[in-house]
């Protein structure tokens, strides 16, 4: 059964901190690259940050170029679980956060979204000023 599990949302002051997780259970044959992206009301999808399993030259990762400071995307136990560490949060970052998991080919841009195919449920980040 494939399934993708978000947790650690939810509301922080600005410049706080939150760590989001998702754990996965998916065929490990459909999948190279996982990722989190977000969706504010009104606004488009948006990919915040993913990471890519290369074959034996290990993972890379790639972000938004206007959070590549603050936020960092690792992963564990061969993508069973990735995290999404968000500091010096702002209220823009305001959203619903969703991860995601796919199958890509590899791209020194990174993955797109449409490459992603599993879905989580997401989970709510509000950041107050």
């Known amino acids: 059964q494939v399934q993708l599990v978000e947790s650690g949302g939810g509301s922080v002051q600005a410049g706080g901190s939150l760590k989001l997780s998702c754990a996965a259970s998916?065929?490990?044959?459909?999948?190279?690259?996982m990722g989190w992206f977000r969706q504010a009301p009104g606004k488009e999808r948006e990919r915040v940050a993913t990471i890519y399993r290369r074959g034996d030259r290990g993972y890379y990762t790639y972000y938004a170029d206007s959070l590549r400071v603050r936020f960092t995307i690792s992963q564990d136990n061969a993508m069973n679980t990735v995290y999404l560490q968000m500091n010096s949060l702002k209220p823009e970052a305001t959203a619903m956060y969703y991860c995601a998991a796919g199958l890509a080919p590899f791209r020194g841009t990174g993955p797109s979204g449409a490459d992603f195919r599993y879905w989580g449920q997401g989970t709510q980040v509000t950041v107050s000023s």
């Open positions: 998916l065929p490990k044959a459909s999948v190279n690259c």
